[in-house]
């Protein structure tokens, strides 16, 4: 007794003392904390712009701004000047392609589908005074726009539809005399406005990120770190860090997570391990557009109906346009769950001129696999439509949407899409058969920005599950939960049952026969 | 009427613990296999693996225990009575027919036991084990914090580590269904948690001896 008493006390002791290795109260990331400390200070500038002569003066033309400011600073124009937000292009080699420039100059979406003929109103989105239509002077840095990234004051604003140039009320003075490094807005707007309003084409980039809580970005949160963009967009002789697959294709010089967080950041080495197939972005973005909403579709087939030869538009209950006579009919969502696909880094566009080959027409397209070695899963924003293209040539059309007067064959005025299209053609140097129509296009956005609370980040089982997971639709791997050898398991199941019903029927077997045997019995002794 | 030790403390410790381990292994492996929700998958996950670490050292201490007790000699396989057994457990059961083979401390295992015991522990468990440590390492993480994924396909090891999963539930319903084959419903189970047995020998000797006094 006192033997079994000794060794009942020995295993609990052994096993509270095991228990003790399990338990570990969580230990605070120190890497963690020494990166919130490290963006906690911010920047200084060594200079104040106000206290220089040179800028306490009025200035005539936003040019008077840029030679000011190449005065001291006499080589940055030409680090602009190569810039990819200053030439909308960039020389990459693209596989399939070769080395081929792709940008906003030659590639098109399915959002106003493309810039050119347009240039008036799309540049308001360039680095640049005066680009109005195709012969833009790309080597002129006097049109180098200094102050829409560098504008401290919140001041300026770029004029609509004015090729690029700043609104006429901007005083440009003050402007000159605020700048510093790029704020949120600086950059927002821009990246935030893309498509013609808040928020349409990105999902992740809208300017309620300017002031948010961490619910909706733990970077960017005013509440949290409260970061600028070129926190993690740093710039190298004005290359900015990090690009958009929209119009970018090459996987360099990207701006990503592990450049501050490292391939290992969890305490957990079952997550760590996730982190060579799956991206950081695909576990702690779990929904994308969270404050306002973004198009997901957009048709351009539907465009064209006009009341009394007036052009309408409709709203939905947040302010939307869900139709205008000018553009089609659009969706939009908020708080959305991206959708998700392998990608290496590099991607391909429809570049103009280039003959369709497949329905919906992928603009871009994002490369990658499982079985390739840098392939991660991400999320992605896929932006579904329709847009015109010509039906003999089969290659997508620009048209020319934006005019400022009517009968300049812009189809936003005349709502002629023979017209439109001939003219936008035209300028391109590209062939139109006279035929048009409408055809399905789909565009790729990772979604790379709206971080979620770690505590919100996606959870195990809303992939590793067997039906209507996250990533139900990503074929080509195994992936534990979601996949199974099903004939292993039919095999198995069978077994299982087999096994059961053997040991039933031996089991009745014996009842039945000691059932007897003790009548047998019975009658005996009777 | 005597009883005689069998099952020795190491023994029957280890037994019970792989049995409990072997099935929560089950119950949380086939969870993880996505085949029905019980704990959640992260939770099934995280229990899956600190039990088979349990398994794994519980299995290194039983090979060092069978051999250095000399052990494992009760499971080399022999053909002697095989068919018998067999026979009785097919038919001769029915009938009332005892054992033919009788347990004793040196032999505690009849030859149909032998065999499938010694499947399970060669062939069975380390189908399981192996492809449950390749699993476990698929992904593995450098000292310079890359991770590293094996080249072996993680489809096969799953498959074969599912299959193992299946095999060890179709031998753990055969098995506990053949411990009710003993003299009574639960003598065997009750031997396996005391480690004494009556004596068969003892008791057959003496059911033979009435038997032949009946037959005078």
């Not at chain 1, 400011?69 to 000047?81: L, V």
């Not at chain 1, 950059?187 to 928020?199: I, P, T």
Request: neutral net charge; proline residues 2%.
């Amino acid at each position: 007794m006192t033997k079994n008493f000794t060794l009942i006390l020995f295993c609990i002791i052994i096993g509270l003392w095991l228990a003790s290795f399990l338990y570990q109260p969580k230990p605070i990331n120190l890497h963690l904390e020494k990166l919130k400390q490290k963006y906690a200070v911010k920047p200084i500038s060594g200079i104040d712009h106000s206290q220089l002569k040179e800028l306490q003066r009025e200035f005539k033309s936003p040019q008077e701004v840029t030679e000011a400011c190449i005065a001291c600073h006499n080589q940055r124009h030409k680090e602009i000047m190569n810039s990819s937000h200053w030439n909308w292009e960039r020389l990459s080699y693209i596989e399939g392609r070769g080395i081929a420039r792709s940008g906003k100059r030659n590639v098109i979406n399915n959002y106003c589908i493309g810039s050119n003929t347009n240039e008036q109103v799309c540049a308001v989105c360039h680095i640049g005074f005066g680009m109005n239509n195709d012969h833009f002077d790309f080597d002129n840095a006097r049109n180098v726009d200094c102050m829409v990234c560098h504008d401290n004051s919140e001041e300026y604003l770029k004029g609509s539809a004015m090729a690029g140039y700043p609104d006429r009320n901007v005083n440009l003075g003050k402007v000159a005399q605020s700048v510093g490094n790029p704020k949120k807005m600086n950059c927002g707007s821009c990246h935030f406005y893309g498509g013609g309003g808040n928020n349409v084409k990105h999902g992740d980039l809208e300017d309620a990120l300017l002031d948010c809580s961490r619910e909706t970005d733990v970077h960017m949160a005013a509440n949290g770190m409260d970061m600028e963009c070129v926190a993690c967009h740093t710039a190298e002789n004005h290359q900015m860090k990090g690009k958009l697959y929209s119009v970018s294709s090459d996987n360099y010089n990207r701006s990503t997570c592990e450049s501050c967080h490292g391939n290992t950041p969890h305490f957990e080495n079952l997550i760590n391990g996730h982190t060579a197939k799956v991206s950081c972005q695909a576990c702690h973005i779990p929904h994308y557009s969270k404050i306002n909403a973004t198009k997901t579709a957009w048709k351009w087939s539907t465009s064209g109906k006009l009341e009394n030869g007036q052009a309408i538009h409709t709203e939905d209950s947040l302010g939307n346009h869900t139709y205008m006579s000018q553009k089609g009919s659009f969706t939009w969502e908020r708080n959305i769950q991206p959708e998700y696909m392998w990608f290496n880094g590099t991607a391909d566009h429809y570049l103009l001129g280039d003959s369709i080959k497949e329905v919906p027409v992928i603009l871009n397209r994002l490369f990658g696999s499982h079985d390739e070695k840098q392939s991660k899963i991400i999320p992605v924003k896929i932006h579904r439509g329709d847009q015109i293209y010509d039906k003999k040539l089969m290659r997508l059309i620009q048209p020319k949407l934006w005019s400022a007067q009517k009968g300049d064959s812009a189809y936003w005025m005349d709502f002629d899409w023979n017209k439109a299209s001939a003219a936008g053609m035209k300028s391109l140097g590209l062939e139109y058969s006279g035929e048009y129509g409408f055809i399905e296009t789909e565009m790729y956005w990772p979604i790379n920005h709206m971080v979620s609370k770690k505590e919100e980040s996606v959870g195990c089982a809303e992939c590793h599950t067997r039906e209507n997971g996250r990533l139900q639709n990503l074929a080509g791997f195994y992936l534990p939960g979601r996949d199974r050898n099903k004939n292993l398991d039919f095999a198995g199941s069978f077994l299982l049952f087999f096994s059961i019903a053997g040991v039933v029927i031996h089991a009745a077997a014996r009842m039945f026969h000691a059932y007897k045997k003790n009548k047998i019995e019975s009658e005996i002794i009777d | 009427m005597g009883k005689i030790y069998i099952y020795k403390n190491f023994e029957r410790f280890w037994h019970w613990s792989q049995a409990i381990l072997i099935i929560f292994l089950a119950i949380t492996g086939f969870e993880v296999h996505g085949s029905y929700y019980i704990f959640g998958y992260e939770a099934s996950v995280m229990f899956h693996r600190y039990a088979s670490y349990a398994l794994i050292i519980l299995i290194v201490f039983a090979i060092f225990w069978h051999i250095t007790t000399g052990e494992w000699k009760q499971y080399v396989p022999t053909t002697k009575k095989l068919k018998e057994q067999i026979l009785f457990y097919t038919s001769g059961m029915f009938k009332g027919e005892q054992h033919p083979t009788n347990r004793t401390e040196l032999s505690k295992l009849n030859p149909l036991q032998r065999i499938i015991y010694l499947s399970f522990k060669l062939i069975l468990i380390p189908i399981t084990i192996i492809s449950g440590i390749l699993y476990m390492f698929h992904k593995t993480i450098d000292a310079n914090d890359n991770v590293i994924i094996s080249d072996m396909n993680l489809e096969s090891i799953a498959s074969w580590h599912t299959l193992g999963g299946f095999l060890l539930m179709a031998f753990l319903i055969v098995h506990v269904y053949m411990t009710t084959t003993g003299k009574t419903l639960t003598s065997n189970i009750k031997s396996m948690i005391t480690g004494y047995e009556e004596d068969e020998s003892e008791k057959n000797e003496r059911n033979n001896i009435i038997e032949e006094k009946h037959n005078e």
